[in-house]
Antibody
Framework: EEQLAESGGGLVQPGGSLRLSCVAS????????MSWLRQPPGKGLEWVAN????????YYVESVRGRFTISKDNGKSSLYLQMNRLRADDTAVYYC??????????WGQGTLVTVSS | QSALTQPASVSGSPGQSITISCTGS?????????VSWYQQYPGKAPKLIIY???KRPSGVSSRFSGSKSGNTASLTISGLQAEDEADYYC??????????FGGGTKVTVL
């Protein structure tokens, strides 16, 4: 069974940093593009970033470009999101997800990031 | 990137069919046949129910169907059931490996 498990969320002050992790199991992680998506409390979904299966190409939504970095360690079946210069509007549940045919067919349970002083 | 437009809520009685619209632009829905739909229950992760406009992942009920005309994609749920009460989100590819979501539609089964 395909599984994704995020960790690393928490409370951080504006301007601070946080690193999210996602461990994958049940599928060949190295063969898939992976994504981070987020959902502010009570609001809709937003795509945040994509990374190519081999980690060679990365893409970001405009609002996080230059502040967030997505990375992938195929040897550890792990996906990461380094988040710097965090803002209040980055507060959300962050999901890692496997990209399939321009959709996301496997999701983690999500990890909550709260940016507040 | 502008969000896709979905109705905030749609309701129907058990057994009826409902349709949720998802309106974008020529920069996303109108150009790419890469629209996906997600079902989300409160406190749970989204679930993919439609990809590439009309395709269903394995295990998804045939009561869910997708279509597209111009800049608008649609999700139809036929034979509405109580378990279909959830939030539904559309998403479209929007060039240069970026994606845009709709604001979500709450489906209520009366």
């Amino acid at each position: 069974e395909e599984q994704l498990a995020e960790s690393g969320g928490g409370l951080v002050q504006p301007g601070g940093s946080l690193r999210l992790s996602c461990v994958a199991s049940g599928f060949t992680f190295s063969g898939y593009w992976m994504s981070w998506l987020r959902q502010p409390p009570g609001k809709g979904l937003e795509w945040v970033a994509n990374i190519k299966y081999d980690g060679s190409d990365k893409y970001y939504v405009e609002s996080v470009r230059g502040r967030f970095t997505i990375s992938k360690d195929n040897g550890k079946s792990s996906l990461y999101l380094q988040m710097n210069r965090l803002r209040a509007d980055d507060t959300a549940v962050y999901y890692c997800a496997r990209a399939d045919n321009h959709g996301w067919n496997a999701w983690g349970q999500g990890t909550l990031v709260t940016v507040s002083s | 990137q502008s969000a896709l437009t979905q109705p905030a809520s749609v309701s129907g009685s058990p057994g009826q069919s409902i349709t949720i619209s998802c309106t974008g632009s020529s920069h996303d829905v109108g150009t790419y046949d890469l629209v996906s739909w997600y079902q989300q229950y409160p406190g749970k992760a989204p679930k993919l129910i439609i990809y590439e406009v009309f395709k269903r992942p394995s295990g998804v009920s045939s009561r869910f169907s997708g279509s597209k005309s111009g800049n608008t994609a649609s999700l139809t749920i036929s034979g509405l059931q109580a378990e279909d009460e959830a939030d539904y989100y559309c998403c479209s590819y929007a060039a240069s490996v970026t994606y845009v979501f709709g604001g979500g539609t709450k489906v209520t089964v009366l």
